[in-house]
């Protein structure tokens, strides 16, 4: 897909041009649903991938409602 290839893209420039290890990017997903077809998508565009799915939603977490909270309010 064409978002899969710009966040390919976006990792590529970071870690070429920035110098930004690959050890320390992330890709966040909004739905479990999508790890499957990020991971496959990001190893056809050259790019290794782990992933990790948690126990629960990332919207679940102390700081990240607080940080959705606060961008709300901005």
């Given at each position: 897909?064409?978002?899969?290839?710009?966040?390919?893209?976006?990792?590529?420039?970071?870690?070429?041009?920035?110098?930004?290890?690959?050890?320390?990017?992330?890709?966040?997903?909004?739905?479990g649903s999508?790890?499957?077809?990020?991971?496959?998508?990001?190893?056809?565009?050259?790019?290794?991938?782990?992933?990790?799915?948690?126990?629960?939603?990332?919207?679940?977490?102390?700081?990240?409602?607080?940080?959705?909270?606060?961008?709300?309010?901005?």
């Amino acid at each position: 897909s064409d978002e899969i290839t710009q966040v390919a893209g976006l990792l590529r420039e970071h870690h070429l041009i920035r110098g930004i290890p690959w050890s320390e990017m992330a890709v966040v997903v909004r739905s479990g649903s999508l790890v499957s077809a990020f991971s496959s998508g990001l190893a056809a565009r050259e790019l290794s991938t782990t992933t990790s799915v948690g126990s629960s939603p990332l919207r679940e977490n102390y700081a990240v409602k607080h940080l959705v909270s606060v961008l709300d309010f901005a």
